[in-house]
């Protein structure tokens, strides 16, 4: 099983990332191997400006026979930045493609994989104790609920996929791997066959499952911890898909009479066959066996919140700017970040309230004020109206990776400068505030105090670009006008 096609490709020039090949060598020192999987190998490396510490993921083309495994490559990287942000997702930072290979550097993470923790624990049966398998699932089921309500399916959930930030006590634990993974909208039913033998959901054997299949995999994951063996085992894979979907699941035998019955019952509505009445991942994180073992109740601010934030530091023309670029990326761009605004947006009216925005931050679990909620609403609510709609959602919340796209930013600076004269005069600064609903002759005064460098009076591309870099705390990237 994997997550491939393997229909034939026709060859081609193009490059599979969009953009010229870049050799990974002038910018990284690829150190010692970190792994080997089924396309490609990862590397530990080493940042050259920064002697910081990274792990590349080199992806062989040769490997990828269809189109649909370019896709693949190419939607693992847009959910990467999706997801960044999140405490228990590893940070992607950015992606080069040579004659050979596709190379994804990312965060490194130093202290091993989980699969060997657990080993480990059970090696030493006198220390191992429920608590430790709560403090284990607890944030793999926590990366299920922000995936999730995020518009992202993983697909590929198992002890492998998941690494120790460092051998520190306190390391955090770090998804991996979403080569698999898809974004996914309410309700939608997929149809191809993914996923890893141990862990597969048996709806997804019947080709027909939805995002529910990750609290499966994520269930066979705390069989284990608890257990020490997954709950099918059998000679070969046919048998094994068999059981999945037929046999009855053994809580009977060492040590499940010495397992509390708490742990039990969630493990059991974790693996529930039908995935219309299987726990979901708020509440399996809301079981009393999870929240009697919780260590601390501080939530953490979720990628939602902190982006919201960010975006409310802005100057007005900036969040006109991004307005503007939201409404021109794809449907395949925004696709995560629309299912977002969906799952928050409860009432399904196209705009989301004060109240709306409230509950579903707190699903996430962020505790906010009445008045950091206001402030936030105020915030991104560009044409004042007192909702937030689609566009202004996409624009507070999308990563600044869209940025890395040239033409995006380019686009809209052409978009400002009406003239086409390579400058933004204040009169065009001013047209594009009121056409986004802006009317702020302080606000403009105070933009072109800030981003007019050079002091001519007027913005140029460079000027705008910088604007449109600065103020983010997520990886930078090279913008360049576009020939």
């Not at 393997?6 to 010692?32: A, H, M, N, Q, V």
């Not at 007192?386 to 869209?402: N, P, V």
Request: with cysteine; net charge negative.
């Amino acid at each position: 099983m994997g997550c491939f096609s393997s229909k034939s490709l026709k060859p081609s020039k193009k490059t599979i990332l969009d953009k010229p090949f870049e050799d990974i060598r002038k910018f990284y020192i690829l150190g010692e191997k970190l792994g080997k999987g089924q396309f490609g190998i990862t590397h530990k490396c080493e940042e050259k400006s920064t002697g910081k510490t990274y792990a590349c993921k080199s992806i062989l083309k040769k490997e990828l026979k269809s189109q649909e495994d370019e896709n693949s490559i190419k939607r693992e990287i847009r959910i990467m930045k999706h997801l960044a942000g999140q405490p228990n997702i590893v940070e992607f930072k950015c992606a080069y493609e040579d004659e050979d290979s596709i190379h994804l550097v990312m965060e490194y993470c130093g202290g091993g994989e989980l699969y060997d923790k657990i080993e480990a624990l059970f090696k030493d049966q006198s220390s191992y104790s429920e608590k430790d398998a709560v403090g284990i699932i607890r944030p793999i089921v926590n990366v299920v609920k922000v995936c999730h309500f995020m518009g992202v399916m993983h697909c590929d959930l198992k002890p492998e996929n998941f690494l120790l930030s460092s051998n520190d006590e306190s390391a955090m634990l770090k998804a991996i791997d979403f080569g698999c993974s898809v974004f996914i909208e309410e309700g939608e039913v997929l149809r191809e066959t993914v996923g890893s033998a141990y862990y597969v959901a048996p709806e997804v054997l019947m080709n027909s499952y939805g995002k529910e299949a990750d609290i499966w995999s994520a269930g066979i994951i705390l069989y284990i911890l608890l257990s020490g063996k997954p709950p099918f085992v059998t000679d070969t894979e046919e048998e094994m898909f068999h059981e999945i979907q037929n046999a009855e699941i053994d809580f009977q035998t060492s040590p499940w009479p010495r397992i509390s019955r708490s742990a039990k019952d969630i493990v059991k509505k974790m693996l529930d066959r039908n995935p219309k009445t299987r726990i979901s991942a708020a509440q399996v994180l809301g079981h009393p066996w999870i929240k009697d073992g919780e260590a601390s109740d501080k939530p953490i601010d979720g990628v939602v919140l902190s982006r919201l934030k960010e975006f409310r530091e802005m100057n007005s023309f900036k969040k006109v700017a991004l307005k503007f670029i939201a409404k021109s990326l794809s449907e395949e761009e925004i696709k995560g970040l629309k299912t977002m605004f969906t799952n928050i947006d409860t009432d399904k009216n196209g705009t989301i309230t004060h109240e709306e925005l409230k509950t579903g931050l707190t699903k996430l679990g962020s505790k906010l004020s009445e008045t950091e909620v206001k402030q936030l609403i105020e915030a991104a609510d560009v044409d004042g109206n007192g909702t937030i709609d689609l566009d202004e959602f996409i624009s507070a919340t999308m990563h600044r990776y869209k940025l890395d796209r040239d033409e995006h930013v380019y686009k809209a600076f052409q978009h400002f400068d009406k003239d086409n004269n390579g400058h933004i005069t204040r009169e065009e600064l001013e047209i594009a505030l009121k056409e986004y609903g802006v009317e702020d002759e302080g606000s403009i005064k105070q933009i072109i105090s800030e981003v007019d460098t050079n002091n001519d009076g007027s913005i140029n591309y460079e000027e705008f670009a910088t604007m449109m870099r600065n103020g983010s705390s997520e990886p930078q990237v090279e913008i360049l006008p576009v020939n």
